[in-house]
């Protein structure tokens, strides 16, 4: 009998070493292109293109969707985009070959090459390089700002030569950039040879066709593919542009703590170095993300705005997209146990997952961009007041992770109620009045959350509060203006009549 019982025992293990062979391998290439084909439809996009570089390889490369929709073109490689904002990475290498050469150095003063600003602050060129310039304490908050576009000027009188002849030969032409160009006007278009995805825009849930934006500066302009991109990427991995001293000057900024280098964006994740860059157009999005300590990068390019704005890259965590969220879900965690998008029929917990920081992060996330979606379907109102009822009572010390995309989302929610005339909705406002205070405490200058308090104080028709946040905006020392100014403005034109703007300093 005991001879039947051992060679039961030993076909049970035969079944479990099948069994574990039989367990499906994680296949990273597979869940991120199906992650990426569920973001793509959830954004509406007419057409994403995708590389991943492990080092120089590439590891996966992908086409989804059209470049054209009236004609229905399928995107393809040879397809070129405008990068936006990613411009600024270029200009940032620009910037410090000039230091290199001992052409300039970035404790310049901006009254240097504009002896006539009116500015009374110490502004130097590392200020506006890392987005530092603003605010009474320069240097010490990032802003992102539309000074960076001054580095145009900076560049070509440190050169010699204008911008983009600079551009062309310190960056293009030593690189064979063959598919890669700055963006002057319609007629370039229609001399060249290159086909150019064409722009889009959601308008009432509607995919339309939209615009492009023309000419190009230190901030943006530049066109080009995911190949050209590829190579830019690598020559900048291999120190072949810049020093690996400059680069990591590049990389760094004027503070680690800050989220933004000389002309791109750095922060760490669970301890991991990301380093990154995003595009955005009214019609084009696009996104670089690398992350050194595995050698990796990821570049995406899209023909609407909704792989970018959703997400609010402008604050500086690349975590709030989707789109990154996933490529680290896949290729640096594997996490294989956690779906990108939660349900409504989720019962999922943070119990559930080990990566539980992750899991906070995504339901953020996806609650961030489901406000910004719920602009076109009411339904995305939901799932994000759902995902958000699930972050605090799952994870309720919500003033330990409370940051400005997460006043973002709130305040969106109760736009589009507003707009929606949904008055009785009421959802979150003890939150964001206990995050309102305690994130000023630590920006106290910071427009963006003086505006979602503003705006939040006059849907609830509290006229003195609201007062009191327009007027930090309208009144904040060296500040450009933005589009929060002149709404601030307008509000009190309109109810204070009596406040003089012009006093402002």
Not at 152 to 168: L, N
Request: charged share 25%; aromatic share 14%; glycine share 6%.
């Amino acid at each position: 009998m005991m001879k039947h019982y051992g060679y039961l025992f030993l076909l049970g293990l035969l079944f479990i070493g099948c069994a574990k062979e039989q367990q499906p391998k994680f296949d990273k290439t597979k869940n991120f292109e199906q992650e990426l084909l569920q973001l793509q439809d959830f954004f509406k996009i007419p057409g994403l293109a995708v590389v991943v570089l492990e080092g120089e390889e590439t590891v996966q490369e992908a086409y989804f969707g059209v470049s054209d929709v009236e004609r229905k073109i399928a995107l393809d490689a040879e397809v070129v985009f405008p990068i936006a904002s990613v411009t600024k990475v270029f200009s940032g290498v620009l910037m410090m070959k000039l230091v290199e050469q001992g052409k300039l150095s970035l404790d310049d003063s901006l009254k240097t090459y504009f002896p006539n600003l009116p500015i009374k602050e110490p502004i130097l060129i590392k200020h506006v390089l890392s987005h530092t310039s603003q605010g009474d304490e320069v240097g010490k908050h990032f802003y992102y700002s539309s000074r960076f576009g001054a580095l145009t000027k900076i560049i070509e009188e440190g050169s010699g030569d204008t911008f983009e002849a600079y551009m062309k030969a310190e960056i293009f032409d030593p690189l064979g950039l063959k598919n890669t160009f700055l963006l002057k006007d319609s007629l370039q278009l229609a001399e060249s040879n290159f086909t150019v995805a064409q722009p889009y825009i959601l308008e009432e849930g509607t995919i339309t066709k939209g615009f492009m934006d023309y000419g190009s500066s230190a901030s943006a302009g530049i066109v080009s593919n995911l190949k050209d991109l590829s190579t830019f990427n690598n020559a900048l991995d291999q120190d072949i542009l810049i020093s690996k001293e400059s680069k990591e000057l590049l990389f760094k900024g004027i503070e680690e703590d800050l989220p933004y280098g000389y002309g791109i964006f750095s922060e760490k994740f669970q301890g991991e170095p990301l380093i990154w860059a995003y595009g955005q157009y009214d019609c084009y999005s696009g996104l670089w993300l690398k992350v050194p300590s595995k050698n990796l990068s990821l570049i995406l390019l899209a023909n609407n705005n909704l792989m970018s704005d959703p997400a609010r890259l402008i604050y500086g965590d690349v975590t709030s997209s989707l789109f990154a969220l996933s490529f680290l879900k896949n290729y640096v965690y594997q996490i294989s146990d956690m779906p990108l998008f939660e349900t409504g029929a989720s019962t999922t917990t943070e119990q559930a997952y080990t990566n539980k920081e992750f899991y906070q992060k995504k339901l953020l996330s996806q609650a961030l961009s489901s406000s910004f979606m719920a602009r076109f379907d009411v339904k995305h109102m939901e799932t994000s007041k759902m995902l958000l009822n699930k972050v605090f009572s799952e994870f309720p010390n919500y003033l330990e992770y409370a940051d400005i995309n997460l006043m973002h989302t709130l305040s969106f929610l109760k736009d589009v109620a507003f707009y929606r005339d949904m008055e009785s909705f009421n959802d979150f406002d003890q939150q964001i009045e206990e995050m309102g205070v305690h994130l000023l405490k630590q920006d106290p200058h910071n427009p963006y959350l003086h505006m979602y308090m503003g705006t939040y104080f006059d849907r609830k028709g509290d006229v003195e509060k609201t007062f009191f946040h327009f007027r930090q905006i309208v009144e904040a020392n060296n500040f450009s203006r933005n589009w929060y100014t002149v709404e601030a403005e307008n509000w009190l034109k309109e109810t204070k009549p009596d406040y003089k703007i012009s006093k402002a300093k």
